[in-house]
Nanobody
Framework: QPQLVESGGGLVQPGGSLRLSCAAS???????IGWFRQVPGKEREGIAC????GRTDSVEGRFTISVDGAKNTAYLDINTLKPEDTAVYYC???????????????????WGQGTQVTVSS
């Protein structure tokens, strides 16, 4: 499975925007990609996903997942950040040709190490 490295987290003011990156060690063409977040004491939450065929889904419109195939990199754009978006964000992949994607973390088997996003004034 590919190795995944997230980046782009940091401290952001409420209302701001952020782009998280997920760099993979190989092509993501055959993989379903998911973005998740987790805060201590809570279950990992699925934020957005993209099937290998390009179909996407997100928990709300503030989150947009995309892929740059030439760079083997997936992105999560977050707009209108809120303090409750504070969490460690992870990307994950699973090799599948499912037509639609899943935001259930149990569907994924390869994970990055996470990047911290803190939304605070």
């Amino acid at each position: 499975q590919p190795q995944l490295v997230e980046s782009g987290g940091g401290l952001v003011q409420p209302g701001g925007s952020l782009r998280l990156s997920c760099a993979a060690s190989r092509s993501l063409d055959a993989y379903q990609i998911g973005w998740f977040r987790q805060v201590p004491g809570k279950e990992r939450e699925g934020i957005a996903c993209r099937s290998s065929g390009g179909r996407t889904d997100s928990v709300e419109g503030r989150f947009t997942i995309s892929v740059d195939g030439a760079k083997n990199t997936a992105y999560l754009d977050i707009n209108t950040l809120k303090p409750e978006d504070t969490a460690v964000y992870y990307c994950a992949v699973v090799q599948t040709s499912w037509a639609s994607c899943s935001r259930n973390h149990l569907a994924y088997y390869a994970w990055g190490q996470g990047t911290q996003v803190t939304v605070s004034s």
